[in-house]
């Protein structure tokens, strides 16, 4: 079972990157972690929590979670993004095939909040699912810690 890379939605580079968009490393604006089930047929195109939330994973053990220390490196021209991982807790049940991250208040989620990015977390087929374990996705971690980066060609 592999991980892939971060990939981003079409609309987050809209949301990043344009002129009236929020730097990735702005605290001032709230961004999240959810986790989606395998009956959601991701796309680069979806661009709103409205467009995923009929997929998210339901189980109990589960909650949206802050996406929290959000940075951005620089280091030989290449801009690395990424946070603190992505733990939702060290005792949980939870089955999910996508780890998504938006701007948005984890504790109140809305519509319209727009996607950044989404890991599969099993590139093979099916879901990941944890038992009474830890269930962390964590970014990766050479040659920095990063979900995505950008390098000018």
Known sequence: MAISSAILFDSALDVLFTAGGTWWDDATRASAFVLVKDSLSISGTLSTYGDI??????????????CANRTVTRQSGVLYFSS???????TVTITAKYLV???????????????????????????????????????AQTPVAHWFYLQQG
């Open 101 to 139: 991250c938006l701007y948005g208040d984890s504790a109140n989620l809305s519509g319209t909040d727009p996607l950044l990015w989404y890991v599969d977390l099993n590139t093979g087929s099916g879901s990941v699912q944890v038992q009474s374990a830890l269930f962390r996705v964590t970014p």
């Open 84 to 90: 603190d991982a992505a733990d939702f807790g060290s």
């Open 53 to 66: 939330a009929g997929h998210e994973v339901t189980d109990p053990d589960y909650a949206p979670i802050p």
